[in-house]
């Protein structure tokens, strides 16, 4: 309920007129009171008044509310409403202007209507433009048009940012600081915003380029090696609406070099034609830095790594030489039955010393090569019982001496085919298994079996009952040269054993782990995918049975494990031509191959301590035994060797080999 007026104010007269009759009755200085009234209140911050002749063209726009799209009031009214481009003016909002401009100079009557523009930097704003048609004296025909015009951005920028798809993102991206950007591919305009402009370190007062050149001024300013790419990332998007995402560099205004990546959308009108992109830029700059600070680290690590591979190669090499003559000579000088017990025992200290710096100098080779990635792989299909089984046979010595059960259950899985390199899965079961058998108590147990997994892999499963892994330590399990403490203990080892495991399984497609509980024992594991058994395998057919007769000549063994000359010596049993002989290691081997002369040496490749190049290496630069022959035992494909032989060879292979290597010397002779 209205306040009834105060005495005080009740006698001053209401301001504006109500009718023409109060109005013919102000003086001119009232009425000029009047006007300035209006004014006042038309000319607000956010409003303006224009008037505009149809016929003539005149027009003037007084107000604020210009300045926010120009400096020159009557060129921004031209923009929006006189003028024949409307240059300000939204594309979608052209044709709606035009409409209204001549229906309002042919009809009269009055307008009003909401439209989107922009300034000279590309800001959009939302105008409100209201008119309404006058005569000249009560003519025909309006003769002018005065209306007003205000800014609605804040009232409906928001309002219909919600009503596009996908726009709202944008205006949060707006919000952090990335730049918005409009290309409407009708009339061949791109607007960008205030943050797009200021990636290239202008302020909105500093850029003059409106819808039209907005776009060649960004050409101008991005690498040409980069345009290009750009060019077709936007066309192969519209076209072939391939998703619109492409980085390129940008002259900053102080000559640096900008980094953006820009993103957008098309938009298509009812009949599937492209209309317009829209998108947002943003300044990647930071990042790439980051990304390229990266790469040359990276690159000099790979270098400081190949530097550091090839130093181990050469000093490994170089160790090993030494080592071996040491190891040599100490064996020699034990012979020597003149050697009282304490030298004797002083003797074995050394020669025990030297092996296991060997086997240390050995596992630090095979690690660098691993790193470095000289050692790639050899995959073929392959039956992982039978090398395990070869595995088992191999640790039984060391299961029998620290009175550990080693047991290998199949369970049904000896025909299983998976792809690995022989060798190399060799040598991860003997490290996991040898742990296993190494670091277990005394009268405990080894069960290895298979098992399978989801997706069509096989594991491979290692239990022991040893005293299991602390929980806290289990993370640096698969660290090189980290023992978990058990370097305080009796037991020899140089800690890379598991480290060189999970390379190999890695390098090999597999996958490794391990579950422990302290006190409890531990489970090693590896898989690999299940394959189908090769087509040669499938279409094996039953061989006729060969008669085989070696040539005469002495055989030297090389195999750490009894089980290899034990299957040899009964293949040669019924061969009273040939003799063989053993060596347990490779300084036994050399010094064996120096005394007793043999024709062939047959090497073990799975034998730690040494590999066969450089066993074949000892001997053919040893004039004592560079004419004996060298044959490798497993996966080998060295130039050193005269021949090779499969881990499971048959008695014909091994004549084929002899024959060989001994007939052509017999024919010479």
Known sequence: ????????????????????????????????????????????????????????????????????????????????????????????????????RRRIASRGGAIDVTFRAYNGSGHLYWMRLWARAFSFDGGDGPGFVIGGCADYTDALSVRYLSNLPGER??????????????????????????????????????????????????????????????????????????????????????????????????????????????????????????????????????????????LLFSLSHELRTPLNAILGYSQMVELDQSLNPDQRQR???????????????????????????????????????????????????????????????????????????????????LNLAGNAVKYNRENGRVVINFAPQTEGWLRLSILD?????????????????????????????????????????????????????????SIFWIEFPLIDAPVEVMQLQSQPQVDVDPPAGRLLLVDSNPAGFNRLNAMLSGYSQVRLQTAADAVEAIFAARTQRPDIVLFQTSMPGMSAADMAGILKGDPLTENIHFVAIGEYSGEECDAALPSGFELIQLCQVMEKCLVPTMEAD
Not at 5 to 18: E, G, I, K, T, V
């Open 465 to 521: 009952t040893g005293s299991g892994i602390p929980e806290e330590k289990q993370a640096e399990v698969f660290e090189p040269f980290n023992r978990l403490g058990a370097e305080k203990g009796q037991i020899e080892g140089t800690g890379v054993g598991l480290a060189i495991a999970r390379r190999l399984t890695e390098a090999m497609g597999g996958r490794i782990d391990f579950e422990s509980h302290e006190d409890q024992g």
């Open 1 to 100: 309920m209205s306040q009834p007026p105060s005495p005080d104010s009740a006698d001053f007269p209401l301001q504006l007129p109500a009718s023409a009759d109060e109005l013919e009755r102000l003086e001119p200085a009232q009425l000029v009171q009047q006007i300035g009234y209006l004014r006042d209140l038309l000319l607000d911050v956010d409003c303006g008044v224009w008037e505009w002749h149809p016929r003539s063209g005149r027009q003037r726009a007084l107000g604020a509310v210009w300045n926010f799209l120009g400096e020159e009031p009557d060129a921004v009214l031209s923009g929006l409403w006189s003028g024949e481009e409307l240059a300000l003016v939204h594309s979608d909002d052209r044709d709606k202007l035009r409409a209204l």
């Open 347 to 429: 003797l074995g200290e050394i020669r025990r010393a030297g092996q296991h710096l060997l086997h240390l100098v050995g596992d630090v080779l095979e690690l660098a090569r691993i790193d470095s990635h000289r050692l790639a792989p050899s995959m073929e299909p392959m039956q992982p019982a039978a090398l395990v089984a070869d595995c088992k046979r191999l640790l039984e010595p060391l299961a029998e001496t620290r009175r550990v059960s080693l047991i290998f259950e199949p369970l049904g899985w000896e025909s299983a085919y998976i792809c690995a390199d022989p060798v190399r899965f060799k040598q991860v079961v």
């Open 169 to 310: 993102p944008l205006q949060a991206l707006a919000g952090v600081g990335d730049g918005l950007w409009e290309w409407d591919l009708r009339a061949a305009e791109v607007v960008l915003d205030r943050a797009c402009w200021a990636m290239l370190g202008y302020e909105h007062s500093q850029v003059e380029a409106d819808a039209r050149t907005a776009l060649s001024h960004w050409k101008k300013r991005m690498l040409p090696e980069d345009y290009p790419r750009a060019e077709q990332a936007v066309q192969d998007h519209v076209r072939e609406q391939v998703p619109l995402d492409v980085e390129f560099r940008l002259w900053h205004r102080d000559g640096g070099i900008v980094w953006v990546r820009c993103r957008g959308q098309v938009q298509r009108n009812s009949d599937g034609e492209p209309v317009r992109v829209m998108g947002v830029l943003q300044d990647i700059t930071g990042n790439r830095e980051a990304l390229m600070r990266a790469e040359r680290e990276l690159r000099q690590q790979r270098q400081e790594n190949a530097n550091r591979a090839d």
